[in-house]
């Protein structure tokens, strides 16, 4: 099972709120990404770090930011939460490993609704 | 139009039966293949991967890949009610780490006993 931890699992917030979703992992891995699912329908990848100090945005454009201060932390914020912000974000890592393919282990997730 | 396609179902099917789940994509660079199974509210879990064109097999799964169609395919042999769940195809572009993924929409089986 993978060591990958998403809090809070569920999360109702009024809009306006700021919000920070936590995201562990104790596998040491050096990459960590956050992917946003709507309901029926695909991961997109949002954010993206490979080590300490490094975070990139993905492939859907968010108004969330992220921080990668320590390896195993990966938070994810939102300044003002917006309704079209309601959606399920997944956590995931995957080790740095050349000549391999090595997977993506993903967290449980944090359901967002923003009312 | 989308790189990754994937026929959302949903699919029903009885104990034992045979299941095809498919995907296309259209972007050549891709060039790691890989099938996720994700059970209501928890995340993907991995399945399969493979990175050439032809057959995987991993017990009652098989993965396969059609690179000059730019198709691939998840079998399912003797389908247990305990396979019901959302399965994600997912791939990624040589060079990039193994986490960008590019997923398909998922497609939801239900085995019934």
């Known amino acids: 099972e993978a060591d990958i931890y998403q809090t809070p699992r569920y999360l109702v917030i009024g809009t306006g709120k700021k919000i920070t979703l936590e995201c562990s992992q104790t596998?040491?891995?050096?990459?960590m990404y956050w992917y946003q699912q709507d309901p029926g329908m695909e991961l997109h990848l949002i954010h993206y770090?490979?080590?300490?100090?490094?975070?990139e945005k993905g492939d859907l454009s968010s108004e969330s930011t992220v921080s990668r201060i320590r390896t195993e932390h990966f938070p994810l914020t939102l300044e003002s939460a917006r309704p079209s912000h309601t959606s399920q974000y997944l956590c995931?890592?995957?080790?740095?490993?050349?000549?391999?393919?090595?997977?993506?282990?993903f967290g449980q997730g944090t359901r967002l609704t923003v009312v | 139009q989308k790189e990754v396609e994937q026929d959302p179902g949903p699919l029903s099917v009885p104990e034992g039966a045979i299941v095809s789940l498919n995907c296309t994509y259209s972007?050549?660079?891709?060039?790691?293949f890989m099938w996720y199974r994700q059970y209501s509210r928890k995340g993907p879990e991995l399945l399969m991967y493979?990175?050439?064109?032809g057959n995987k097999e991993d017990g009652r799964f098989t993965a396969q890949v059609d690179k000059s169609s730019k198709y691939i395919s998840l079998f399912i042999r003797d389908s247990q009610p305990s396979d019901s769940a959302t399965y994600l195809c997912?791939?990624?572009?040589?060079?990039?780490?193994?986490?960008?993924?590019?997923f398909g929409q998922g497609t939801i089986l239900t085995v019934h006993p």
């Open positions: 997912a791939m990624n572009k040589y060079g990039t780490s193994y986490g960008k993924l590019t």
């Open positions: 995931a890592s995957s080790e740095l490993a050349s000549g391999r393919v090595t997977e993506a282990f």
């Open positions: 972007n050549s660079a891709f060039q790691y």
């Open positions: 596998m040491g891995h050096d990459k």
């Open positions: 770090s490979y080590g300490v100090n490094s975070t």
């Open positions: 493979t990175y050439s064109s």
